[in-house]
């Protein structure tokens, strides 16, 4: 049976998950299907294609649930928002590809304007909405980039000794710094990522509501 394009796309979100985006090669993925190098090009025209149909894949994971009865715009926005962060952690680089994507797929697009229409339940114009939405966008992108991008430091590191982000935090040059640190692990990310959200939320409260009175005066 002749391969298909899907095919194509879920060997290389196995790639992806399992060795990570700089292991994902024409050659490593063409070897996963046992085919030609050459023969992968009937089915994706370029690598730029293949890595945006790997973000659209993931991203179709998300989905876009309604409001439920009573809910408000800010509870919507950060059932979506939790939603998209942990589709994004449960493939391995999904922010590399996300950031890097070269076109706006349908599920990019319908998730930023699903959040378009939560934040517009507040009456603000159509252009302070999609201030929002993309503030919030890039609010995930950038902290499951930093989440990715971040060593393993489950066990010491011999090359680098064991350093630790507490033997840099000198107490007096950095003291609220080192005085979080202490405390902090990396277990506490959902935490931080709540925290952070709950900020966005505030503001883009405020905000719009501004935006909504300025649209009626």
């Known amino acids: 049976?002749?391969?298909?394009?899907?095919?194509?796309?879920t060997a290389a979100m196995r790639i992806l998950d399992?060795?990570?985006?700089?292991?994902?090669?024409?050659?490593?993925?063409?070897?996963?299907?046992?085919?030609?190098p050459g023969a992968l090009y009937w089915h994706v025209s370029s690598k730029q294609d293949l890595l945006d149909s790997l973000t659209e894949k993931i991203l179709e994971e998300v989905g876009t649930p309604p409001l439920a009865p009573r809910e408000s715009w800010e509870d919507g926005v950060r059932?979506?928002?939790?939603?998209?962060?942990?589709?994004?952690?449960?493939?391995?680089?999904?922010?590399?590809l996300l950031a890097g994507a070269g076109g706006l797929g349908p599920n990019r697009l319908r998730?930023?304007?699903h959040l378009m229409g939560l934040l517009r339940l507040t009456g603000a114009p159509v252009a302070a909405t999609a201030y929002g939405?993309?503030?919030?966008?890039?609010?995930?992108?950038?902290?499951?980039l930093q989440e990715q991008s971040e060593p393993d430091?489950?066990?010491p590191d011999e090359a680098d000794g064991g350093l630790d982000v507490l033997d840099v935090l000198d107490e007096k040059l950095f003291p609220h710094l080192a005085a979080w640190a202490q405390g902090w692990s990396p277990d506490d990310r959902g935490l931080s990522f709540a925290a952070g959200l709950?900020?966005?939320?505030?503001g883009l409260d405020r905000y719009l509501a501004a935006q909504a009175k300025s649209a009626t005066d």
């Open 18 to 36: 399992g060795a990570g985006l700089d292991a994902l090669t024409t050659r490593k993925l063409a070897s996963e299907l046992n085919v030609r």
């Open 79 to 96: 059932t979506l928002v939790h939603r998209l962060r942990d589709t994004l952690v449960a493939h391995r680089d999904s922010a590399r």
């Open 1 to 9: 049976m002749p391969l298909q394009r899907s095919e194509v796309v």
């Open 153 to 155: 430091h489950s066990a």
């Open 111 to 113: 998730i930023a304007d």
């Open 133 to 144: 939405s993309d503030t919030l966008l890039s609010y995930v992108t950038g902290f499951v």
């Open 198 to 202: 709950e900020v966005l939320v505030g």
